[in-house]
T-cell receptor, first 113, second 111 residues
Framework: KNQVEQSPQSLIILEGKNCTLQ??????????LRWYKQDTGRGPVSLTI???SENTKSNGRYTATLDADTKQSSLHITASQLSDSASYIC????????????WGAGTKLIIKP | DVKVTQSSRYLVKRTGEKVFLECVQD?????MFWYRQDPGLGLRLIYF???????EKGDIPEGYSVSREKKERFSLILESASTNQTSMYLC??????????FGQGTRLTVV
């Protein structure tokens, strides 16, 4: 069964600190992996998208990594800001379907001043 | 910028009412999706459409129907709202092979 699992479920860190969020998946055959940021009460917004051949991608202070062999991805946030408080969702799509996206439950990140 | 607009941010309806949630996108995307999001469960796919007048059931279609009469508009219908349909509803629009763009969400409360 195609699944995406994220850890931790929630995380609280102090402003200015770094953090890393984890995503493990069992989707096969793999097409791409995306990280989304979702502010409370808002729709998700894309941060990065990575295909099989990409193992790292950055978007400002966000850096995503992908290990297709171990089926793991991480999202690293550098020098956190209060505006980084949000849910971060890992989404994987399978190669044989352009339509089905398998969503993780998300990591709730809280940045404290 | 792609814009996906949902008709309401907040909605309160009574049990048994017929509820329409509208979603409009302005980028000529062929694929549109309706999800619901509940705490601890992530996004769950209700229905999706990959072309006008085409629709496919997602993971949790029971109690819902959809309509896609025009490419830019995808409507979610709750035929007879129930309290277990209280949730956040998210519409997404995708050009095949690219990222999903989401509307701002509709928080529906059924009382």
């Amino acid at each position: 069964k195609n699944q995406v699992e994220q850890s931790p479920q929630s995380l609280i860190i102090l402003e200015g600190k770094n953090c890393t969020l984890q995503c493990n998946y069992t989707v096969s055959p793999f097409s791409n992996l995306r990280w989304y940021k979702q502010d409370t009460g808002r729709g998700p917004v894309s941060l990065t998208i990575m295909t099989f051949s990409e193992n790292t991608k950055s978007n400002g202070r966000y850096t995503a990594t992908l290990d297709a062999d171990t089926k793991q991805s991480s999202l690293h946030i550098t020098a956190s800001q209060l505006s980084d408080s949000a849910s971060y969702i890992c989404v994987v799509s399978a190669k044989d379907s352009n339509y089905q996206l398998i969503w993780g439950a998300g990591t709730k990140l809280i940045i404290k001043p | 910028d792609v814009k996906v607009t949902q008709s309401s941010r907040y909605l309160v309806k009574r049990t048994g009412e017929k509820v329409f949630l509208e979603c409009v996108q302005d980028m000529d995307h062929e694929n549109m999706f309706w999800y619901r999001q509940d705490p601890g469960l992530g996004l769950r796919l209700i229905y999706f459409s990959y072309d006008v007048k085409m629709k496919e059931k997602g993971d949790i279609p029971e109690g819902y129907s959809v309509s896609r009469e025009k490419k830019e508009r995808f409507s979610l219908i709750l035929e007879s709202a129930s309290t277990n349909q209280t949730s956040m509803y998210l519409c997404a629009s995708i050009r095949t092979g690219t990222e999903a763009f989401f509307g701002q969400g509709t928080r529906l409360t059924v009382v």
